[in-house]
C-alpha cells in the first residue's frame, strides 16, 4: 500500500514537472517569438535570418580617395560592378561544374576554382548557388605589397546554397535561402616583371610607338615620346581571389 502511494506521488510529480515545463516553454516562445508554439517559433526565427542581409565593412568614402590619389583614371562603378559579375560567375561556375563561366579573372582565380570544383568531384558532393542576388557591395581595404596594389571589395548576397551528394542535400537548404557575404581581390601588378608573370605575355608592355620599355604601369602615357598608355593601365587591373567570409 505504501508502495503505491509512493508511486502515484512519483507520478504526479512527473506529471507535474512535465506541465511546467511545458509552461515555461510557452512563456519562453511567447516571450521570444511571439507565439506559444516553440517549433513555430523556430521556424520563425529561420525565416527572419534568411530574410536578413550580412552587412558589410564598408570603408569606400576613406579608401576611395586615396585609390583615385594613385590611379586618377580608375572607375569605382565600373570596377564594383565588374567585382559583382565576377562574383556572381565564380559562384555559378561552381554551381555548373564549368570553369568557362567565369569570363574575368586572373590565372590565380581561375585556378582556384578550378581547385574547389575538383575537389567538390572527388568527394562525389556538389554544391549548388541558387537564385543568387548582391544586395550591396563596398570597398573593404586597400593595400599595397609585393609590386602589388589590392583593392578589396566586400559583397553582401543571399541565394539558395546547399550541397548534395548522389540522392540528398548533406548541407544547407532548398527551402531558406542562404545571408553571406564574400571578399573579391581586385589587384594593379605594378612590378614589370610581375605583369609579364601574370598575363603570361599576353600583353606586351612597351609603347606603341616607339618601342620603349614602360617600367611605371601607372604612368599616363610614355616618358620617351609622350604616347598614351591608358589601355595598358586598363588591363593590369584584374580579380585574382574570392573568399567567403563568416
Given at each position: 500500500?505504501?508502495?503505491l502511494i509512493l508511486l502515484l506521488i512519483v507520478i504526479l510529480a512527473v506529471f507535474c514537472g512535465i506541465l511546467y515545463v511545458r509552461h515555461k516553454a510557452k512563456e519562453f516562445s511567447r516571450t521570444i517569438f511571439g507565439t506559444e508554439d516553440l517549433s513555430d517559433g523556430i521556424r520563425q526565427m529561420k525565416r527572419e535570418y534568411a530574410s536578413t542581409p550580412k552587412s558589410v565593412s564598408g570603408m569606400t568614402n576613406l579608401l576611395l580617395p586615396k585609390i583615385v590619389s594613385?590611379?586618377?583614371?580608375?572607375?569605382?562603378?565600373?570596377?564594383?560592378?565588374?567585382?559583382?559579375?565576377?562574383?556572381?560567375?565564380?559562384?555559378?561556375?561552381?554551381?555548373?561544374?564549368?570553369?568557362?563561366?567565369?569570363?574575368?579573372?586572373?590565372?590565380?582565380?581561375?585556378?582556384?576554382?578550378?581547385?574547389?570544383?575538383?575537389?567538390?568531384?572527388?568527394?562525389?558532393?556538389?554544391?549548388?548557388?541558387?537564385?543568387?542576388?548582391?544586395?550591396?557591395?563596398?570597398?573593404?581595404?586597400?593595400?599595397?605589397?609585393?609590386?602589388?596594389?589590392?583593392?578589396?571589395?566586400?559583397?553582401?548576397?543571399?541565394?539558395?546554397?546547399?550541397?548534395?551528394?548522389?540522392?540528398?542535400?548533406?548541407?544547407?537548404?532548398?527551402?531558406?535561402?542562404?545571408?553571406?557575404?564574400?571578399?573579391?581581390?581586385?589587384?594593379?601588378?605594378?612590378?614589370?616583371?610581375?605583369?609579364?608573370?601574370?598575363?603570361?605575355?599576353?600583353?606586351?608592355?612597351?609603347?606603341?610607338?616607339?618601342?620603349?620599355?614602360?617600367?611605371?604601369?601607372?604612368?599616363?602615357?610614355?616618358?620617351?615620346?609622350?604616347?598614351?598608355?591608358?589601355?595598358?593601365?586598363?588591363?593590369?587591373?584584374?580579380?585574382?581571389?574570392?573568399?567567403?567570409?563568416?
Amino acid at each position: 500500500m505504501i508502495f503505491l502511494i509512493l508511486l502515484l506521488i512519483v507520478i504526479l510529480a512527473v506529471f507535474c514537472g512535465i506541465l511546467y515545463v511545458r509552461h515555461k516553454a510557452k512563456e519562453f516562445s511567447r516571450t521570444i517569438f511571439g507565439t506559444e508554439d516553440l517549433s513555430d517559433g523556430i521556424r520563425q526565427m529561420k525565416r527572419e535570418y534568411a530574410s536578413t542581409p550580412k552587412s558589410v565593412s564598408g570603408m569606400t568614402n576613406l579608401l576611395l580617395p586615396k585609390i583615385v590619389s594613385d590611379f586618377p583614371d580608375f572607375e569605382y562603378d565600373e570596377m564594383k560592378e565588374r567585382a559583382e559579375n565576377t562574383l556572381t560567375q565564380y559562384l555559378r561556375a561552381v554551381t555548373q561544374k564549368n570553369t568557362a563561366v567565369l569570363t574575368d579573372g586572373n590565372t590565380e582565380l581561375k585556378q582556384q576554382l578550378e581547385n574547389h570544383i575538383q575537389m567538390l568531384s572527388i568527394k562525389g558532393l556538389w554544391e549548388h548557388f541558387d537564385q543568387i542576388k548582391i544586395h550591396r557591395t563596398e570597398i573593404h581595404q586597400y593595400k599595397k605589397a609585393d609590386g602589388r596594389c589590392i583593392i578589396t571589395f566586400q559583397s553582401a548576397l543571399e541565394c539558395f546554397h546547399y550541397i548534395t551528394d548522389t540522392s540528398s542535400v548533406i548541407e544547407g537548404s532548398k527551402e531558406y535561402k542562404y545571408q553571406t557575404k564574400y571578399n573579391t581581390d581586385l589587384i594593379y601588378i605594378q612590378d614589370r616583371n610581375l605583369l609579364e608573370n601574370e598575363l603570361d605575355h599576353a600583353l606586351g608592355i612597351n609603347c606603341p610607338n616607339c618601342g620603349a620599355p614602360l617600367s611605371s604601369l601607372g604612368a599616363k602615357k610614355c616618358e620617351y615620346c609622350g604616347t598614351p598608355v591608358i589601355e595598358i593601365n586598363i588591363h593590369a587591373w584584374s580579380f585574382s581571389d574570392i573568399k567567403e567570409m563568416n
